[in-house]
């Protein structure tokens, strides 16, 4: 015979069946048992699924470790980046600006108070090297008024600096990025989208007015956001990467992130400023910035992989401050149930701010008006003297 007659195992034809059965028990079935051919293809299958766990464990291993690698290896603005306790020996903070009515707290920078006709802005002197940025900032708004209150903040990234004018606390002209957070519709449609978050970008021609629109807006976009609270804070990301800026809400610090939208084709100043403004009307509040971090944008992936790190980080932030400040019991002020006196007292009070705005808004065009005629004088007898 050519085989086995048990195992079917071929055979050597020098060697007869008998020698075989001595030489390979496992055709003598009291020892081992016929081979299940179905059971060794189980087993192999299982033996190949356990090897690709283990590579796929392998490699997300890996990825962890590489995003690791990148989060350790990001760069990081770290002149414009603050975090309590604010203050220095000398009772300021290095590489940042303050100007007008804002004031620098040991754990917070409030723009404004909660006073009429306040203009303030805090601005970082260092210019950004990083060409994607990602910006988180804690912020909160505020006041005495549950109702009525106004005007908002907004972060700006901008070619330069911007002086203090009556444009939530800076001058409506400028070249870059504005992320406006306001409280208060100046035009006096309806108030159903407000507080809202709106995204400007500006080429440095046209002037932003205090609905946060250009008289020629070159790109726009907003989101409905409730970021005013009761003494409590408000976390946002401004993410510039790929020429796209990309605006992120965490109005409770609860670490629950909402898109509030997306601006594409944007082109920002290279080696801009951050900074930070706020202002008041005949209504007011207080507008404070509690922490800033500025780093390099990471891609896609590499965002996520850290995002659940910068949520734990915000949360202990969250409870540090609530046991630091503790929380006031939020009071909810529904307007339609409100008396038909405070209504009324509430019209007054929304005209009231209108006027106050608007008698601004005629002394800046005076004061424009007049800086263009002296600097048309000044013009016209440098070339009178030149010619002569």
């Known amino acids: 015979a050519t085989h086995c007659a048990r195992c079917t195992t071929p055979l050597c034809p020098s060697l007869s069946q008998p020698h075989h059965q001595q030489q390979h028990n496992t055709c003598i079935p009291s020892i081992h048992p ?12 299982l033996q ?16 962890l470790c590489l995003g690791d690698a990148a989060a350790a290896e990001r760069k990081s603005l770290k002149e414009c980046s603050l975090e309590a306790p604010l203050l220095s020996s000398k009772g300021s903070i290095a590489h940042w600006a ?18 009429q006709s306040m203009r303030g802005s805090f601005w970082c002197m260092e210019p950004n090297y990083l060409r994607d940025w990602d910006v988180y900032f804690e912020f909160r708004v505020f006041g005495k008024s549950p ?57 440095g021609t046209h002037k932003m007015d205090m609905d946060g629109r250009l008289s020629k807006a ?17 976390s946002a990301r401004v993410i510039y990467r790929d020429r796209t800026v990309k605006v992120l809400l965490d109005v409770a610090s609860d670490g629950k992130w909402e898109t509030c939208f997306v601006m594409s084709d944007v082109d920002l100043p290279a080696h801009g400023y951050f900074g930070f403004s706020a202002a008041t009307g005949a209504l007011s509040d207080n507008h404070d910035i509690l922490a800033i971090d500025i780093k390099e944008a990471l891609k896609a992936t590499q965002d996520d992989i850290i995002e659940q790190e ?39 009070m929304n005209k009231q701010h209108e006027q106050h705005e608007q008698h601004h808004a005629e002394e800046d065009e005076e004061e424009d008006a007049s800086h263009k005629q002296r600097k048309g004088r000044s013009n016209k007898a440098s070339s009178s003297s030149s010619s002569g």
């Open 98 to 115: 303050v100007n007008g009515a804002a004031a620098i707290e040991d754990d917070y920078v409030r723009l404004t108070p909660d006073e």
């Open 34 to 45: 016929p081979i299940n051919r179905s059971a060794m293809a189980a087993m192999n299958k």
């Open 147 to 203: 109702v009525i209150f106004a005007d908002g903040f907004v972060f700006w990234y901008t070619a330069t600096p911007m002086a203090i004018g009556r444009v939530f606390g800076s001058t409506g002209k400028f070249k870059g990025l504005g992320v406006v957070f306001d409280t208060y519709n100046s035009k006096g449609s309806s108030r159903q989208n407000y507080p809202l978050v709106l995204g400007v970008v500006s080429d």
């Open 310 to 348: 910068m949520i734990q980080k915000q949360q202990r932030r969250n409870q540090q401050w609530q046991q630091q400040h503790p929380q006031q019991e939020q009071q909810q002020h529904p307007q339609q149930h409100q008396p038909v006196k405070f209504k009324m007292m509430q019209g007054m």
């Open 218 to 234: 070159s790109s726009a976009s907003s989101c409905s956001a409730v970021f005013r609270l009761d003494n409590r804070q408000g």
């Open 48 to 63: 190949l699924q356990r090897r690709l766990l283990s590579v796929a464990v392998a490699a997300a291993v890996a990825l």
